[in-house]
Structure formats: C-alpha cells, structure tokens
Nanobody, 123 residues
Framework: VQLQASGGGLVQSGGSLRLSCATS????????MGWFRQAPGKEREFVAA????????NYADSAKGRFTITRDNAKNTLYLQMNSLKPEDTAVYYC?????????????????WGQGTLVTVSS
C-alpha cells in the first residue's frame, strides 16, 4: 500500500497546520492508522493513532489538547490537525498503517509508511 503525506510547511509558533495522508487502497478503512514524527537528531516517535472507524483515538502526551487525528474512509484519507504549534514540534511527520499487535504507539506495529512531510515551526 502507498501512503502519501502532505500539508507540511513553515509556520510561526502558535500557528496551525493540517496534515493529510492519502492512499488509493480502499481496504485502509479496516486498519488503525497513526502519525509519527522524527525531529532532527532524534528517534522517530509516536504522535497519534485512530481506530478503523474513527471512534477511538490515542495521543502522545506532547500532542494531547493541541493535535486532533481524524479520518475520512470514504476518501481513504487520514488527517492530523495541529494547533498551537511550538518550535519543538518541528519534525518530519509520517503517516502509517497499523497491522500488527495491540500497541498503537510502537513503530513495529505498523507495516506501511508514507514518505513524510516536513513541519517547521519558527519561534
């Protein structure tokens, strides 16, 4: 499956961005989906995950209250609305399809990854 992430860019601290992750794979609606990010010089980390129907969401502590993950299964698209952005949110953001296990915050649970979209937050 191919995932195409988009929507990154340069934004000032306190600003907002909405990331999108599109796929032509219709069966994507059967899977949990997630967002991860990797800041320069750091390990890739979990940001948020959403159940196949969108009824269950999970967030990293750093994202709670500021980021919202949603999905539109009719459009085969995943979103990440990011508000109140901070310079420490600067990273490449990746969308991914979860296929294995029960841990939504572990990279090994995901089998397909988008190419990443760069978010830069200036102070």
């Amino acid at each position: 499956v191919q995932l195409q992430a988009s929507g990154g860019g340069l934004v000032q601290s306190g600003g907002s961005l909405r990331l999108s992750c599109a796929t032509s794979e219709r069966t994507i609606s059967r899977y949990y989906m997630g967002w991860f990010r990797q800041a320069p010089g750091k390990e890739r980390e979990f940001v948020a995950a959403i159940s196949w129907g969108g009824g269950s969401t999970n967030y990293a502590d750093s994202a709670k209250g500021r980021f919202t993950i949603t999905r539109d299964n009719a459009k085969n698209t995943l979103y990440l609305q990011m508000n109140s952005l901070k310079p420490e949110d600067t990273a490449v953001y990746y969308c991914a399809r979860k296929k294995y296990g029960s841990n939504y915050d572990v990279q090994a649970s995901y089998d397909a990854w988008g190419q990443g979209t760069l978010v830069t937050v200036s102070s």
